[in-house]
């Protein structure tokens, strides 16, 4: 018998750090040096890559992180 495999997207991997963070460039860095370091569909990386470097400020991609949890989840909001 396998056992079963607990798959966590990128997200929620980032999400608790993230959410402690309070400086944009430091998240940007985080978010990109983790995404990067992933072996995920590079159109995917590149996506969470771009949208993150977009953020202008931690709230924008605080939302941007939940927003895309959501969304994973099954449950946005967009």
Do not use: P, W
Request: aromatic share 8%; glycine share 2%; charged share 25%.
């Amino acid at each position: 018998m396998k056992a079963k495999v607990q798959l966590k997207s990128i997200f929620e991997q980032i999400a608790e750090k993230v959410f402690t963070m309070n400086n944009t460039n430091e998240i940007k860095t985080f978010v990109t040096e983790f995404v990067e370091g992933k072996d995920i569909n590079t159109v995917d990386k590149n996506t969470i890559i771009e949208n993150v470097s977009k953020c202008k400020n931690v709230t924008a991609l605080h939302r941007y992180i939940c927003n895309s949890l959501l969304q994973y989840e099954g449950m946005s909001v967009r």
